[in-house]
């Protein structure tokens, strides 16, 4: 069973910046995608932004030019730079990965709070 392990949230005022981080291990399978979702309360979690392998990306329009998802291939490990950061921005973040054979796994989640 994957274990994710996500670290790297916390509380920021509006404008400043936090680094997420998603570590992967007892991986079995190739790791294809790894992704950022975050939840706010009372709303329906919602992609962030996902990378993979190869280092394609893609971001929510929300978050584009703020966010910057990168990942260390050798490390199984999954990276969101988030700057200029936003009170809408406070949630709930979740790393998903997804493995050659298409099962996804979810992390724990870590909690980012932007106060304005």
């Known amino acids: 069973q994957v274990q994710l392990v996500e670290s790297g949230g916390g509380l920021v005022q509006a404008g400043g910046s936090l680094r997420l981080s998603c570590a992967a291990s007892?991986?079995?399978?190739?790791?294809?995608?790894m992704g950022w979702y975050r939840q706010a309360p009372g709303k329906q979690r919602e992609l962030v932004a996902t990378?993979?392998?190869?280092?394609?990306?893609n971001y929510a329009d929300s978050v584009k030019g703020r966010f910057t998802i990168s990942r260390d291939n050798a490390k199984d490990t999954a990276y969101l730079q988030m700057n200029s950061l936003k009170p809408e921005d406070t949630a709930v973040y979740y790393c998903?990965?997804?493995?050659?054979?298409?099962?996804?796994?979810w992390g724990q989640g870590t909690q980012v709070t932007v106060s304005s």
């Open positions: 998903k990965v997804v493995d050659s054979i298409t099962r996804d796994y």
């Open positions: 990378i993979t392998r190869g280092g394609t990306t």
């Open positions: 007892r991986i079995i399978f190739i790791i294809n995608v």
